[in-house]
């Protein structure tokens, strides 16, 4: 099965950035879609970054100009930079992954098959 191992996350200052990585192994097909992300104490978890094929990504509003998701194909790493955090941004944060040679990025949690176990990010 697929794994993915998030990594990165700590306490940070209102104002600072942080970056986080997600490590995946157990491939079993040629190419992934990969996202991130988060769930706060008693909310839903909600999407924030997606990546698809050619780099393209798509971004929640309250990620948008502050939060940057990037890949690297070769090392199945896939990566969040966070700027400007606020404390609303404090959650635990995801990397999720589906199958796919052709990705359009999605921020929809059903759209997505694995799950890793997740990072906490708290800003203070």
């Known amino acids: 099965d697929v794994q993915l191992v998030e990594s990165g996350g700590k306490t940070v200052q209102t104002g600072g950035s942080l970056r986080l990585s997600c490590q995946a192994s157990?491939?079993?097909?040629?190419?992934?879609?990969l996202a991130w992300f988060r769930q706060a104490p008693g909310k839903a978890r909600e999407g924030v970054a997606g990546?698809?094929?050619?780099?393209?990504?798509a971004a929640a509003d309250s990620a948008k100009g502050r939060f940057t998701i990037s890949q690297d194909s070769a090392k199945r790493t896939v990566q969040l930079q966070m700027h400007s955090l606020t404390p609303e941004d404090t959650a635990m944060y995801y990397c999720?992954?589906?199958?796919?040679?052709?990705?359009?990025?999605?921020?929809?949690?059903?759209?997505?098959?694995?799950w890793g176990q997740g990072t906490q990010v708290t800003v203070s």
């Open positions: 990546i698809g094929t050619n780099g393209v990504a």
């Open positions: 999720a992954a589906r199958p796919g040679s052709f990705c359009i990025p999605s921020l929809r949690r059903g759209d997505y098959e694995f």
């Open positions: 157990g491939y079993h097909h040629s190419a992934y879609c």
